[in-house]
């Protein structure tokens, strides 16, 4: 049975959960290094690899001309 207190429950947790998600993704996230002011290593090696990524696929669609190619 859904009525107007479990939607507002719902409602509720759904806000808190979302909150205590986004500060524990920006606690996960690399922060700048404060001595040299720049990213960190991991920061730095995850840009990269997602770069790569980013070029290996964009690369594989132009020449496999579709995303067939992708799944093999």
């Given at each position: 049975?859904?009525?107007?207190?479990y939607a507002m429950i719902g409602?509720?947790?759904?806000?808190?959960?979302k909150q205590v998600g986004k500060?524990?993704?920006k606690?996960?996230?690399?922060?700048v290094d404060t001595k040299r002011k720049r990213p960190n290593?991991?920061?730095i090696i995850?840009?990269?690899a997602g770069l790569a990524i980013?070029?290996?696929l964009v690369g594989k669609l132009?020449?496999?001309?579709?995303?067939?190619?992708l799944v093999e």
């Amino acid at each position: 049975m859904f009525n107007r207190r479990y939607a507002m429950i719902g409602w509720l947790v759904w806000n808190v959960a979302k909150q205590v998600g986004k500060r524990k993704a920006k606690k996960a996230v690399p922060a700048v290094d404060t001595k040299r002011k720049r990213p960190n290593k991991p920061a730095i090696i995850g840009v990269l690899a997602g770069l790569a990524i980013t070029g290996w696929l964009v690369g594989k669609l132009k020449r496999g001309g579709g995303s067939r190619d992708l799944v093999e």
